[in-house]
């Protein structure tokens, strides 16, 4: 038999089950919002939702429960569903600990990437340098993430690769609004990252990675003193009518 109750037999892998339309729409909710499609503080319609994703408003309305649960989107009674609003801390914070796994991630990427590691680095690199200059934003930051994805897996650390993709999509997010800012600077910063694992060394690896870490957070704080956010409403408190008697 292929299952038993017996100690020391090994139960059989469990069958990866195919994604449900709430987690479907979970993911496309969360894409819009991380590209830009859908604003920090933006209200969102059920309804608007539903027909722009082809769905009914029930998987809507689940996806926006779980969203908010996640910290994607702020719900009021009364009022609605809206973009989650980012605070600079929150911001800050996260950004320091994405500051911290990759730092540890490129200077392990120094120590055990081999060569064809490091040639797809270059293509990486080299695609983000042609979006950046066809001035095709979306594709520099979805091209940004992959590279910092496969550096991260060059670490040979799993551990540490699933905690720096724990906080990549939100990561993406606050580097999107930046990313035309950042520019060409920060593919000459990738380029001179890859020529130190490349190199072997790791220390120059875990510092070029530190300072380029360093000048997203800045730019992106810089970013929202520059243009802040407008805070979804405050739910209202609705007043009692007293009626004639």
């Known amino acids: 038999m292929l299952l038993s ?8 892998p469990k069958i ?6 709430r987690e479907s729409v979970i993911e496309a909710i969360q894409e819009l919002i991380v590209s830009g499609q859908l604003k920090p503080g933006q209200h969102l319609v059920e309804s608007e939702l539903a027909e722009l994703l082809g769905v009914s408003r029930q998987p809507v309305r689940e996806a926006l429960q779980q969203l908010s649960g996640e910290g994607w989107v702020d719900l009021f009674p009364g009022q609605g569903a ?33 060569e064809d590691g490091v040639k797809r680095l270059r ?3 080299a ?33 540490l ?21 950042r520019g060409m600077a920060s593919w000459e910063e990738h ?23 360093e ?10 003193e520059n243009e802040p956010v407008e805070p979804a409403p405050k739910p209202v408190r609705r007043r009692r009518t007293r009626q004639a008697g």
Request: glycine share 4%; hydrophobic share 45%; net charge neutral.
């Open 123 to 125: 293509e990486l690199c």
């Open 191 to 213: 380029s001179a990252l890859i020529d130190a694992i490349e190199a072997g060394d790791e220390r120059r690896a875990a510092k070029i990675m530190r300072e380029h870490t």
């Open 82 to 114: 809206f973009v989650h609003v980012p605070t600079v801390e929150e911001a800050d914070q996260l950004l320091a600990v994405r500051a911290l796994l990759e730092t540890e991630s490129a200077r392990l990427a120094a120590k055990h990437a081999g």
């Open 161 to 181: 690769a699933e905690l720096a993709a724990q906080v990549a999509r939100r990561v993406r997010w606050y580097h999107t609004p930046v990313a035309r800012q």
């Open 127 to 159: 695609r983000g340098i042609a979006a950046v200059q066809s001035d095709d934003v979306e594709a520099a930051v979805a091209t940004n993430s992959e590279l910092h994805a496969l550096v991260t897996d060059l670490s040979g650390n799993k551990v």
């Open 5 to 12: 109750d017996q100690a020391g037999q090994t139960a059989a």
């Open 215 to 224: 000048h997203t957070r800045t730019s992106y704080m810089k970013q929202r």
């Open 16 to 21: 990866p089950r195919p994604a449900t339309l």
